[in-house]
Nanobody, 115 residues
């Protein structure tokens, strides 16, 4: 089992920055890829960014050049640095961890960008 706890969400003005963190505990050696997803009200959950154990990354087109995903040295933490935030980035951001046989989700953290 893996438990994920996110932090770092909040309210920010357009153009501002936030840094989200996700800490994994439990069977962390089984984790392969980690990523961030978001869900805005009335919309489906969408991929924001992914990072694999080797450090390769993948981003949604809407956040390329503004968001950066990274993993801590211990590989059980993933960060999402969000710059130049826009109102359309407002959503609940959730951390996901893909392990060998299972997928785990955090509880989510709210990001609100005011215009």
């Amino acid at each position: 089992q893996v438990q994920l706890v996110e932090s770092g969400g909040g309210l920010v003005q357009t153009g501002g920055s936030l840094r989200l963190s996700c800490v994994a505990s439990g069977s962390i050696s089984s984790i392969r890829d980690m990523g961030w997803y978001r869900q805005a009200p009335g919309k489906q959950r969408e991929l924001v960014a992914l990072i694999n154990r080797g450090g390769s990354t993948n981003y949604a087109d809407s956040v390329k050049g503004r968001f950066t995903i990274s993993r801590g040295n211990a590989k059980n933490t993933v960060y999402l640095q969000m710059n130049s935030l826009k109102p359309e980035d407002t959503a609940v951001y959730s951390c996901k961890a893909d392990a060998v046989f299972s997928t785990y989700w955090g509880q989510g953290t709210q990001v609100t960008v005011s215009s």
